[in-house]
Nanobody, 121 residues
């Protein structure tokens, strides 16, 4: 699966952004999909994952209640709706495809290129 992420940008604290990730290849429907982020000088951090069907989602605690991951399997797209953004959300965001929802980080098969999100205070 080839992935291309887009939709990042600059917003003020409290604002919203929606990231999109376009996937090519017939394997999209058989992959769990997720988002990671990497702030300057920090390790890449897991943000959210969604199951193949879209029925199950899991988030890192710091974004729970503010971010929503969803997918459209008919369009080979996965999204990350980010609301109530804070300066600490500033990072490069990456989408990823994995073989297992429960062991997503360990079974990632493909990464998209990053998209920058910057939140000013």
């Amino acid at each position: 699966v080839q992935l291309q992420a887009f939709g990042g940008g600059l917003t003020q604290a409290g604002g919203s952004l929606r990231l999109s990730c376009a996937a090519s290849g017939r394997a999209f429907g058989s992959r769990s999909m997720g988002w990671f982020r990497q702030a300057p000088g920090q390790e890449r951090e897991f943000v959210a994952v969604i199951s193949m069907s879209g029925s199950t989602r899991y988030y890192v605690r710091s974004v729970t209640g503010r971010f929503t991951i969803f997918r459209d399997n008919a369009k080979n797209m996965v999204y990350l709706q980010m609301d109530s953004l804070q300066p600490e959300d500033t990072a490069v965001y990456y989408c990823a495809a994995g073989q297992s929802y429960g062991r997503f980080k360990e079974t990632i098969t493909d990464w998209g290129q990053g998209t920058q999100v910057t939140v000013s205070s």
